[in-house]
């Protein structure tokens, strides 16, 4: 059917052309008449002949084209035909608006048009044209049309304001925007004066109000130096001496002192902080105001040295004849004979044999030397005994740097706090705040972990029996939050089963003149030498004198608080002799509330705990008692859920999910 309209239509157009030919007809006196008129206006009109017959050309032209359409019409496809008809409609056009300039005298003014299928015409290079964007291609409407072109102008016209503005609020920074029941505020804070000067504040570990106070300066982007005594006790003295007391934190902008976290909030709540600010910081800092902390010094409280001891010791080393022998079918490397420790003694010392066993035994108590198989502290006879440095555990044990402190040891408990203090100052600035991540590559660069590692040098001959059970806990929870980290950073995370066990296993400390490794202080000592889940043996043997370090009860808390560097274990935490108990518990109610290590699923009857839980089961018993012993840590909710499920008689299924081993950087 469209087909055969189109065909009509050609027929149409071509018997309107006939019609225009015989009009031409009836009036070529008139163009004759008007030709000859124009002559003299026209240059070259000698080829006048040819611009008369220019519209009959044209027409024949038309003819032609229509036939050919017509045919090409019933041949093409149907989805061409009505651009072929469109054309038809233009020639059309393009034809009466001719024949009307020739019926009205206008014959050499009108314009003959190209086909529309021919190529159009283009510009010379160079030359523009400007059009109104506000124009249409053409000035023939249909009302949907017109409807049409207003709806995208005013689109456009929107789009356009739209990006004006955009374009001004980007240039805006620092705005905050409120959503308030409809209304939309915004807030353009004022931008602020540069400061030339210098805002420093002293602060101690595990200080709420240090926390408080160091959260504010990074919210308030002001750039500031924080001296923490705890990790630079040198710095005390001087606090004491601006101040009057050593109570922190206190706040210095510049030379003058402003004071602490109260002090604080009222210039902020009356406005006058940032007057303050602009008054005190906009010159360059004193030379009098409290200097920026100095890296790479360490401050040593004492002199320590146990001069006569360590003289002794020194004429051993260079005296003794050290060396491989044997003993009860084995080789026993680098070792002497106490007797020949006691001939050296009476030598140098001109002292009689009794005196100088006792100095063997108080090396021995020292650690200076031991057994080579740990038997007795020390006799004279053919007893071998070697330096500490000489032990065969040496190579795996990562504070040591080839040779031991031979300092008079420091006090246990006083080294264990300030070991936590350090560590706890490294999370303060290197981990996030729920401290489930930590920056391993800001730690190793720091000048807190630098100080750390120069103090576990302290613990080769540390005296670890003269703590209490208590401060034994903090030391032992502590020292293994801290070398998990220390592990990450010099050897790395592991990656599999087997270079797990390696990471628990061979990177270890001296320790009061013996190794700990990460499994050996968790499973020896704070679990009273229990095996690690799937281990065949415990990890001290019997007769092993790290047995006498033991803990005489497993506490099941200790499982959190306890931090392996991963993503499943309970957060990195560092505990205080004095409040070890209940920081315990406070780290296994936050442990619980992750849904990562406890979930209740009423509908299914299930409990889901980690995995953790699984692997030391024999810590918290059967599971009937530990879900009771679990209610005791969790929220409200959970509490509630769990509780209900256990009292209406049913069955529950406790499900231990999978554990993360993934590192929590």
Not at 206 to 217: E, H
Not at 377 to 385: A, I, L, P, R, S
Not at 545 to 558: D, F, G, S, T
Request: glycine share 6%.
């Amino acid at each position: 059917m469209e087909k055969l309209d189109s065909i009509n239509l050609s027929k149409t157009i071509k018997a309107k052309v006939e019609e225009a030919m015989i009009f031409d007809e009836k009036n070529d006196n008139e163009k004759g008449n008007f030709i000859e008129n124009e002559k003299s206006k026209v240059e070259g009109e000698g080829d006048s002949n040819k611009k008369g017959n220019c519209i009959e050309n044209r027409k024949s032209e038309v003819e032609a084209e229509a036939e050919a359409e017509e045919t090409d019409i019933i041949s093409d496809e149907k989805g061409k035909s009505n651009n072929v008809s469109n054309s038809i409609n233009i020639e059309k056009n393009n034809l009466n608006s001719d024949i009307h300039a020739e019926k009205n005298g206008n014959v050499l003014l009108g314009i003959i048009k190209p086909h529309t299928l021919l190529p159009q015409p283009e510009p010379p290079a160079g030359a523009s044209f400007l059009r109104s964007k506000s124009m249409p291609e053409s000035n023939n409407f249909d009302m949907p049309d017109i409807g049409k072109f207003f709806r995208e102008k005013s689109k456009s016209l929107s789009s356009a304001i739209k990006s004006l503005f955009e374009e001004e609020e980007k240039t805006v920074q620092h705005i905050t925007e409120f959503n308030l029941s409809g209304t939309k505020v915004i807030v353009v804070e004022k931008k602020k004066k540069q400061l030339f000067g210098r805002v420093s504040f002293f602060s101690r570990s595990n200080c709420r109000d240090c926390t408080a106070v160091r959260s504010f300066l990074c919210k308030e982007n002001l750039n500031y130096v924080e001296i923490n005594i705890d990790v630079y006790p040198e710095r005390e003295n001087e606090l004491i001496s601006r101040t009057g007391g050593s109570d922190v934190p206190v706040i210095f902008l510049n030379e003058k002192v402003i004071g602490g976290l109260v002090a604080l909030n009222s210039l902020r709540n009356s406005g006058l902080l940032e007057h303050k600010l602009e008054e005190m910081l906009a010159g360059k800092c004193p030379d009098d105001a409290p200097a920026p902390p100095v890296y790479g010094f360490d401050y040593d409280d004492a002199n320590r040295n146990d001069e006569e001891l360590i003289e002794i010791v020194k004429i051993l080393r260079q005296k003794l004849p050290i060396q491989d022998r044997i003993m009860r079918m084995k080789i026993v490397k680098n070792c002497f004979a106490g007797g020949e420790l006691v001939e050296i003694l009476i030598h140098h010392l001109d002292c009689g044999r009794k005196k100088a066993v006792e100095i063997g035994k108080n090396l021995s108590r020292r650690h200076f030397i031991h057994h080579v198989f740990g038997e007795n502290e020390f006799e004279d006879g053919k007893h071998f005994y070697r330096f500490l440095e000489h032990e065969p555990f040496i190579p795996k044990c990562y504070n040591f740097r080839g040779s031991t402190n031979d300092n008079e040891p420091k006090d246990a408990a006083v080294l264990g706090q300030r070991l936590g203090k350090i560590m706890s100052a490294v999370l303060e600035s290197y981990a996030s705040d729920d401290r489930h991540h930590l920056d391993y590559v800001g730690i190793s660069n720091s000048e807190e972990f630098r100080r750390y590692t120069n103090l576990v040098q302290d613990l080769h001959r540390v005296n670890i029996l003269s703590l209490s059970a208590d401060e034994k806990l903090a030391f032992f929870l502590n020292l293994y939050n801290a070398m998990a980290i220390h592990a990450v950073i010099r050897v790395g995370h592991p990656g599999g089963m087997i270079d797990r066990r390696a990471f628990f296993s061979e990177f270890q400390y001296i320790v009061g003149g013996y190794s700990y490794s990460l499994s050996g202080i968790k499973d020896g000592i704070l679990r009273s030498n229990r095996r690690a889940p799937f281990a065949l043996m415990k990890p001290f043997p019997n007769g092993d004198r790290r047995l006498e370090i033991a803990l005489q009860k497993v506490n099941p808390l200790i499982h959190f608080g306890l931090s392996n560097a991963t993503r499943s274990s309970p957060a990195v935490r560092f505990f205080t002799p004095k409040s070890v108990e209940s920081e315990l518990r406070h780290a296994a109610r936050e442990y619980f509330q992750r849904d990562d290590a406890m979930q209740v699923d009423l509908a299914k009857r299930t409990v889901y705990l980690s995995r953790m839980i699984n692997w030391y089961s024999g810590d918290f018993g059967q599971e009937k008692e530990l879900l009771k012993w679990i209610t005791r840590y969790l929220d409200a909710t959970k509490a509630g859920l769990l509780t209900h499920l256990m009292g209406d008689g049913g069955p529950v299924n406790v499900v231990y999910s999978s554990f993360d081993w993934s590192l929590n950087a």
